[in-house]
C-alpha cells in the first residue's frame, strides 16, 4: 500500500473569485437580473451577470452577504465616513496621486 505523497481532491476548496468591479450602472442592472426569477441565459453561461448570480447563490454565506453589499454599495454609494479632529491648531491635507511608475 504507498504511503505519502499528494492526493487529488485534498487541502482547502478554492474560494470564488469576484469579477472584476462594475460601473454603477452595470451593478443596478446585475441587481435587476439577480431580481429575475427566470432568464433566457442557459445553466452554463459565464457572462457578467451569470457568473455575479452564480457568486450570490454560493453556499458560503460571507461570500453571498460580499457579493450584495459590493453591488448596492456601488449603486447608492459608500456611506460617509466621518473624521474626528481632537486637537487644536491648523490641519494640511495632501493630495495622494496613484500612478503607474515615477514621473521626475
Known sequence: ???????????????????????????????????????????????????WRNLSRAQDLRL??????SLLDRVLGLPAQTIQQNHSGTLTLEQLVCGAGNEE
Open 1 to 51: 500500500m504507498p504511503r505519502g505523497g499528494s492526493r487529488p481532491g485534498a487541502g482547502r476548496a478554492k474560494k470564488p473569485t469576484k469579477p472584476a468591479a462594475v460601473s454603477k450602472s452595470e451593478a443596478n442592472e446585475i441587481l435587476d437580473f439577480l431580481a429575475l426569477k427566470h432568464t433566457k441565459h442557459t445553466a452554463d453561461c459565464w457572462c457578467l451577470k451569470c457568473r
Open 64 to 69: 453571498r452577504f460580499q457579493v450584495e453589499k
